[in-house]
């Protein structure tokens, strides 16, 4: 073995990259992906926009009050939180493609740290929910129908974006516990449910008592109530945050779990 | 089979140069199946080692280890010093894997771009994609790439980190043979630099051509390891067949000349460089009768070596 040449690398050079590997030219490139996937974008923002103008700008909503507001404003808040959780769930479950082609696997051959990853997933995510909100409410705007103060577009707004974290944290679950092939169908089919029981379509007490019990208990119906309650004012109800609190836990925790069976398999 | 690993494992004089590779007494399972059994393998800087076994000897589980994907179910295992993670934080080492690992939906300046902006130190993404040959379709979507503009992609995005050590899992698995030739000349002329390269192949030509060393891997053990020349002196020899009974291996291996030899009921089979040695000793020493000599390929070695079959039967298709 006298032909191998003595080679002393320079270790002490080599840095570790700083904040696990995030960056934003990573995170401009995983936005610019995601506005690829076409449909992706048009069920995110076109179908929470269309549904608006189809059931939302009913000529007796403009009248009626619903708290500070009127009730177009709360159909509103409603389909912007429908579409704001449709596309973070989307962002979230994009780790199911990115498994499937190798792409985690090829990643975790770089300095990028899981918790970086996951950031970088999130804020896109968050980005496309932006967007979906906006739609949602600019349809508002441009069709005069939605009423109430400026404040409140801004508070409501805002508490739906930030309130669609929770359903990044369930696209990144469905994502690590999913194939990809059918993860994106399968979820435009749960979330449709879910705002059905979450009364983002129609009031939870329109139900039987029956369903109406079981609906509490379902990731959609404390924070739809919670997004409206700037609007109709009528205070926090302490079931609503516990309901949010709790599916946060359960999904992240679910996603953490799924995320490290991942990681032990491959 | 009795060959000797001539681990090429002790450089007293060097303790002060990490070693690129170091595993020790390796085990890596999956419920019953040992896909790695006790694997002891020192790789120095600077070298280029091969290692070589049919599907499901081991490699990628061996490499998997390297790399920090996978956890060992025992033994150690370190890369220049450290544990493969911080090492690959550090661009230490970066791979190139068979398939898959690129997304579809990025255009490959992306690709190289998305990469590179994960390391601390990288190269220049447009020295990069020029010096692997993709300038030209730097702007078209992964998805749209041949199987052999996606392999150098992948070598290009290996090489961003400027790695001391550059892991190929079969990296010509699916190219044609004017592919594979390509691709070794760019690994050949890029290892010339000083990278240690460490490349899992089940091509014998491909270990023969291009490595240093050849570590060849059987059911997760090493069988061999040593030069490509020592591998191919194992090879060179012929194999003495004869029907002994009772034959005994101390007694076997105690023929001059002998460096293998099998027991197979009344019939024992002895690999020898010097068969002449061995049939002189086996009909005047012993009641050996109905003796054969038989000339062995160097593919016939591969196969006695990592097959589960001896020569002349060998089905495993390894090759």
């Given at each position: 073995m006298s032909?191998v040449?003595?080679?002393?690398?320079?270790?002490s050079?080599?840095?570790?990259?700083?904040?696990?590997?995030?960056n934003?030219?990573?995170?401009?490139?995983?936005?610019r992906r995601?506005t690829?996937?076409r449909?992706?974008v048009?069920?995110?923002?076109?179908?929470?926009?269309?549904?608006?103008?189809l059931f939302?700008?009913?000529?007796?909503?403009?009248?009626?009050?619903?708290?500070?507001?009127?009730?177009?404003a709360f159909?509103?808040?409603?389909?912007?939180?429908?579409?704001?959780?449709?596309?973070t769930?989307f962002?979230?479950?994009?780790?199911?493609?990115?498994?499937?082609?190798g792409?985690?696997?090829?990643?975790?051959?770089?300095?990028?740290?899981?918790v970086?990853?996951?950031?970088m997933?999130?804020?896109?995510?968050?980005?496309?929910?932006?967007c979906?909100?906006a739609?949602?409410y600019?349809?508002?705007?441009v069709?005069h129908?939605?009423?109430m103060?400026?404040?409140?577009?801004?508070?409501?707004?805002?508490?739906?974006?930030?309130?669609?974290?929770?359903f990044?944290a369930f696209?990144l679950?469905?994502?690590?516990?999913?194939?990809?092939?059918?993860v994106?169908?399968?979820?435009?089919l749960?979330?449709?449910?879910?705002?059905?029981?979450?009364?983002l379509?129609?009031p939870?007490?329109?139900?039987?008592?029956?369903?109406?019990d079981i609906?509490?208990?379902?990731?959609?119906?404390?924070?739809n109530?919670?997004?409206?309650?700037?609007?109709?004012?009528?205070?926090?109800?302490?079931?609503?945050?516990?309901n949010?609190?709790?599916?946060?836990?359960i999904?992240?925790?679910g996603?953490?779990?799924r995320?490290?069976?991942?990681?032990a398999?491959? | 089979?009795?060959?000797?690993?001539?681990?090429?494992?002790?450089?007293?004089?060097?303790?002060?140069?990490?070693?690129?590779?170091?595993?020790?007494?390796?085990?890596?399972?999956f419920?019953?199946?040992?896909?790695?059994?006790g694997?002891?393998?020192?790789?120095a800087?600077?070298?280029?080692?091969?290692?070589?076994?049919p599907?499901?000897?081991g490699?990628?589980?061996t490499?998997?280890?390297?790399?920090?994907?996978?956890?060992?179910?025992s033994?150690?295992?370190?890369?220049?010093?450290?544990?493969?993670?911080?090492a690959?934080s550090?661009?230490?080492v970066?791979?190139?894997?068979?398939?898959?690992?690129?997304?579809k939906?990025l255009?490959?300046?992306e690709?190289?771009e998305?990469?590179a902006?994960?390391?601390?130190?990288?190269?220049a993404?447009?020295?990069?994609?020029?010096s692997?040959?993709?300038?030209e379709?730097?702007?078209?979507?992964?998805?749209?790439?041949?199987?052999?503009?996606?392999?150098?992609?992948?070598?290009?995005?290996?090489?961003?980190?400027?790695?001391?050590?550059?892991v190929?899992?079969?990296?010509?698995?699916?190219?044609?043979?004017?592919?594979?030739?390509?691709?070794?000349?760019?690994?050949?002329?890029?290892?010339?630099q000083g990278r240690?390269?460490?490349?899992?192949?089940?091509?014998l030509?491909?270990a023969?051509?291009?490595?240093?060393?050849?570590?060849?891997?059987?059911?997760g053990?090493?069988v061999?390891?040593?030069?490509?020349?020592?591998?191919k002196?194992?090879?060179a020899?012929?194999?003495?067949r004869?029907?002994?009974?009772?034959a005994?291996?101390?007694?076997l291996t105690g023929?001059p000349?002998?460096d293998?030899?099998e027991?197979r009921?009344e019939?024992v089979?002895?690999?020898?460089?010097?068969s002449?040695?061995?049939?002189?000793?086996?009909l005047?020493q012993?009641?050996?009768?109905?003796?054969e000599i038989?000339?062995q390929?160097?593919e016939?070695?591969?196969?006695?070596?990592?097959?589960d079959?001896?020569?002349?039967?060998?089905?495993?298709?390894?090759?």
């Amino acid at each position: 073995m006298s032909t191998v040449p003595t080679i002393a690398p320079d270790l002490s050079a080599r840095r570790v990259p700083p904040l696990g590997g995030f960056n934003f030219t990573a995170l401009k490139l995983e936005i610019r992906r995601m506005t690829r996937n076409r449909r992706t974008v048009i069920i995110a923002i076109v179908v929470p926009v269309l549904f608006f103008l189809l059931f939302g700008v009913n000529k007796a909503y403009d009248s009626q009050s619903a708290g500070h507001g009127n009730v177009a404003a709360f159909v509103m808040i409603s389909l912007a939180l429908y579409g704001a959780v449709l596309a973070t769930t989307f962002g979230g479950a994009m780790v199911s493609i990115e498994r499937a082609q190798g792409w985690s696997r090829q990643l975790r051959l770089t300095p990028l740290s899981p918790v970086a990853y996951i950031g970088m997933k999130i804020m896109t995510a968050l980005v496309l929910g932006a967007c979906s909100v906006a739609a949602v409410y600019i349809a508002g705007i441009v069709t005069h129908k939605a009423s109430m103060s400026v404040g409140l577009w801004i508070a409501t707004g805002f508490s739906v974006w930030i309130g669609s974290l929770l359903f990044a944290a369930f696209g990144l679950f469905l994502g690590y516990l999913l194939p990809a092939e059918n993860v994106m169908q399968l979820i435009g089919l749960i979330l449709a449910l879910l705002s059905f029981a979450g009364g983002l379509f129609i009031p939870v007490s329109q139900y039987a008592p029956v369903v109406q019990d079981i609906a509490k208990w379902t990731p959609l119906y404390g924070l739809n109530q919670l997004v409206h309650t700037p609007l109709l004012g009528n205070g926090v109800d302490w079931t609503w945050v516990v309901n949010v609190l709790a599916w946060l836990i359960i999904f992240s925790w679910g996603a953490a779990w799924r995320m490290r069976g991942d990681t032990a398999r491959v | 089979m009795t060959i000797a690993s001539q681990a090429p494992g002790t450089w007293p004089a060097r303790s002060a140069v990490p070693l690129a590779v170091d595993l020790t007494a390796l085990h890596k399972n999956f419920g019953q199946v040992h896909a790695v059994d006790g694997v002891d393998l020192k790789i120095a800087s600077g070298e280029i080692v091969a290692i070589l076994g049919p599907n499901g000897a081991g490699k990628t589980s061996t490499i998997d280890v390297v790399l920090g994907l996978s956890q060992p179910s025992s033994g150690t295992v370190s890369v220049y010093g450290m544990h493969p993670r911080q090492a690959i934080s550090r661009g230490l080492v970066s791979a190139v894997m068979q398939t898959g690992g690129l997304l579809k939906d990025l255009t490959v300046r992306e690709t190289v771009e998305y990469t590179a902006s994960l390391f601390a130190h990288s190269q220049a993404v447009g020295e990069v994609l020029s010096s692997a040959g993709i300038t030209e379709i730097a702007d078209r979507r992964v998805g749209k790439c041949s199987g052999g503009e996606q392999q150098r992609l992948r070598f290009a995005l290996a090489l961003l980190c400027d790695p001391e050590l550059l892991v190929l899992d079969e990296p010509t698995s699916g190219m044609d043979v004017e592919g594979r030739r390509s691709f070794w000349s760019a690994i050949r002329k890029d290892a010339e630099q000083g990278r240690t390269v460490l490349f899992a192949t089940h091509y014998l030509e491909e270990a023969d051509a291009y490595a240093d060393r050849i570590v060849l891997l059987r059911h997760g053990q090493i069988v061999a390891d040593g030069t490509a020349a020592e591998i191919k002196s194992m090879a060179a020899g012929r194999t003495v067949r004869a029907t002994l009974p009772g034959a005994s291996e101390g007694l076997l291996t105690g023929i001059p000349g002998a460096d293998s030899v099998e027991i197979r009921g009344e019939t024992v089979l002895v690999h020898s460089n010097d068969s002449d040695a061995v049939a002189r000793f086996l009909l005047t020493q012993t009641a050996a009768k109905d003796l054969e000599i038989t000339a062995q390929g160097i593919e016939d070695a591969f196969l006695a070596l990592t097959g589960d079959t001896a020569p002349g039967t060998a089905t495993t298709g390894a090759i």
